[in-house]
């Protein structure tokens, strides 16, 4: 009994470290960062537009889950994109702010 019982309090113990690492790791990955600043350096539209529909489903997945720094980040993002593409592109460099209160809230 007693070694059941140690057992027990064992896998407990390991899947409760295992779940603290999982959920310290970043939501969001470097490779979507990386993207995500070509996106605002470069002329590539369709790869942007691609991004704007990506971060559409990230601000929604966001908002059910009750994240509304993270959401309201997402938006902040997505407005800063859609500006990029379709208006004056010689504004200062909004990627340097966007960015990192995207990954400061999510």
Known sequence: MTVRRKLFIL???????????????PHYHSSFLKELKKCFQAEDEDKCK????LT?????????????????SILGLQ???????Y????KDNV???????LIKNC
């Open 11 to 25: 896998t407990f113990l390991v899947l409760n470290c295992f779940a603290d690492m999982v959920s310290s790791k």
């Open 50 to 53: 691609k991004i704007i529909i």
């Open 56 to 72: 559409e489903r990230m601000q929604l997945r966001e908002y059910y889950e009750g994240n509304l720094k993270c959401q309201t």
């Open 79 to 85: 407005t800063e994109l859609i500006r990029n593409i």
């Open 87 to 90: 208006f004056d592109k010689e």
């Open 95 to 101: 990627s340097g702010k966007t960015i990192p209160s």
